[in-house]
């Protein structure tokens, strides 16, 4: 019986930042005087440990780990999009961190996208493998996938439970990411207005969460804006050659 090529997408934006961030440390001298480093050789080593283990966990037979790219699609629909980010200083290592990744572990970074992005294109496109995403960023449960949260066991998402996500998405906005959504909207309350609709097709679910946008008094564009930036890219809405985007429409 032939078996399928099992290949992990993992989440390198998350995982470096993690490991660059722990490993920062804060030393102080006296007098006043504070110093912070961090070991880049240490770094290197334990995210190297880490896809060791997710590859055994997992039973993986290859995997590439997904970079966000220095320009970003959403800028372009939302300039205010994770602009609350630009003032936060990354981690002293990150850099070399990716580097580490694009030169050491089949690093893949695509013109314009997320991590997020890439990984969802990737998860999505036909092919004889078994891909499966390796995140705990909420957002990769708006892509039907397999999905692994804890890096040790793996779930399906599956397409109508994926655009339900993706719609959750659109009302409530992400505050982290820079986009709001409608105001006042929580998870909470997300749930409670579109719930009973978890397996209606994207295109009337689009329609209903519009209705909601109206009713709160946003225009369709606002509720379209907000829908574009929430939206996970997947297979065929990116041009791998010139790295154009086809914005998400229904």
Request: proline share 3%.
């Given at each position: 019986m032939y078996k399928k090529k099992k290949v992990l997408l993992i989440d390198g934006d998350i995982l470096a930042y993690q490991i660059a961030t722990n490993n920062e440390v804060e030393t102080n001298w006296g007098d006043g005087l504070w110093t912070l480093h961090s070991n880049e050789n240490s770094c290197k080593q334990q995210f190297d440990a880490v896809v060791?283990?997710?590859?055994?966990?997992?039973?993986?037979?290859?995997?590439?780990?997904?970079?966000?790219?220095?320009?970003?699609?959403?800028?372009?629909?939302?300039?205010?999009?994770?602009?609350?980010?630009?003032?936060?200083?990354?981690?002293?290592v990150l850099n070399a961190m990716r580097e580490h990744i694009m030169e050491k572990h089949n690093g893949v970074v695509w013109k314009n996208l997320e991590a997020d992005d890439v990984m969802g294109i990737m998860a999505t496109e036909p092919t004889q493998e078994d891909r499966v995403i390796v995140s705990i960023d909420k957002d990769m449960r708006t892509i039907p996938c397999t999905l692994s949260n804890d890096g040790m066991t793996t779930e399906q998402i599956p397409q109508r439970l994926a655009d339900y996500n993706f719609m959750i998405?659109?009302?409530?906005?992400?505050?982290?990411?820079g986009y709001d959504?409608?105001?006042?909207?929580?998870?909470?309350?997300?749930?409670?207005?579109?719930?009973?609709?978890?397996?209606?097709?994207?295109?009337?679910?689009?329609?209903?969460v519009k209705g909601i946008y109206k009713d709160?008094?946003?225009?369709?564009?606002?509720?379209?804006?907000?829908?574009r930036v929430a939206h996970i890219l997947r297979h065929g809405e990116y041009n791998k050659k010139t790295?154009?985007?086809?914005l998400w429409q229904i």
């Open positions: 060791d283990d997710l590859g055994s966990n997992l039973s993986a037979d290859d995997y590439v780990v997904a970079l966000t790219d220095k320009n970003n699609f959403r800028k372009d629909i939302l300039p205010t999009y994770k602009s609350n980010r630009t003032s936060k200083r990354k981690p002293i998405q659109v009302l409530t906005g992400d505050k982290v990411d959504g409608i105001d006042g909207v929580g998870i909470k309350t997300a749930e409670k207005l579109i719930k009973k609709y978890t397996n209606v097709p994207l295109l009337d679910l689009w329609k209903i709160k008094g946003y225009t369709e564009q606002e509720a379209l804006q907000q829908a790295g154009k985007v086809t």
